[in-house]
T-cell receptor, first 112, second 109 residues
Framework: DAMVIQNPRYQVTQFGKPVTLSCSQTLNHNVMYWYQQKSSQAPKLLFHYYDKDFNNEADTPDNFQSRRPNTSFCFLDIRSPGLGDAAMYLC???????????FGPGTRLTVT | ELKVEQNPLFLSMQEGKNYTIYCNYSTTSDRLYWYRQDPGKSLESLFVLLSNGAVKQEGRLMASLDTKARLSTLHITAAVHDLSATYFCAVDRDDKIIFGKGTRLHILP
């Protein structure tokens, strides 16, 4: 059974057109992460939540926003996508009291 | 600032050979992870190492952790083609999990 679900799996958007990526989890984990991974690069941490506490990385562009309305769901909003934002976006979860980090299958974003 | 360095970044090796991937990190950490990633796919968890001297093994892969040296190793024994992938280490500190650049492993028949 899928534990971390990302929708959509593939997203095509136009330059400058806002887009929202979704992540949901059935694990009831209190920590959720968003990573950006460009081709042949490491996953780059954009932000993470511990419960509703939001932690933004210093170098995450203002163009990227996130919402976590409840434990199960987390959203990544890209307000004005540029060509450089084309990447795989990975959502992950972890129970702070546990050890493993679980990744979703990712959303591949294409910007035209 | 937490930094994670992996080496080598690229590794081409023949089947049957042994090799080690190294992961150094810059500050104390809560735990260390190793992941595998196949092209176009998400990350698959291999190991989580929690304490100094921890060693974990799964099949032909063995990971170890030396917290004093801030070093983890992933050792591949008698490599087979199916192990061709990119391997990442990642370090967790205060809920931030930061990745190394990855080691792209290509195993030749």
């Amino acid at each position: 059974d899928a534990m971390v679900i990302q929708n959509p799996r593939y997203q095509v958007t136009q330059f400058g057109k806002p887009v929202t990526l979704s992540c949901s989890q059935t694990l009831n984990h209190n920590v959720m992460y968003w990573y950006q991974q460009k081709s042949s690069q490491a996953p780059k941490l954009l932000f993470h939540y511990y419960d509703k506490d939001f932690n933004n990385e210093a170098d995450t562009p203002d163009n990227f926003q996130s919402r976590r309305p409840n434990t199960s769901f987390c959203f990544l909003d890209i307000r004005s996508p540029g060509l450089g934002d084309a990447a795989m976006y990975l959502c992950a979860t972890r129970n702070r009291q546990g050890y493993e980090q679980y990744f979703g299958p990712g959303t591949r974003l294409t910007v035209t | 600032e937490l930094k994670v360095e992996q080496n080598p970044l690229f590794l081409s090796m023949q089947e049957g050979k042994n090799y080690t991937i190294y992961c150094n990190y810059s500050t104390t950490s809560d735990r260390l992870y190793w992941y595998r990633q196949d092209p176009g796919k998400s990350l698959e968890s291999l190991f989580v190492l929690l304490s100094n001297g921890a060693v974990k093994q799964e099949g032909r892969l063995m990971a170890s952790l030396d917290t004093k040296a801030r070093l983890s190793t992933l050792h591949i024994t008698a490599a087979v083609h199916d192990l061709s992938a990119t391997y990442f280490c990642a370090v967790d500190r205060d809920d931030k999990i930061i990745f190394g650049k990855g080691t792209r492993l290509h195993i030749l028949p």
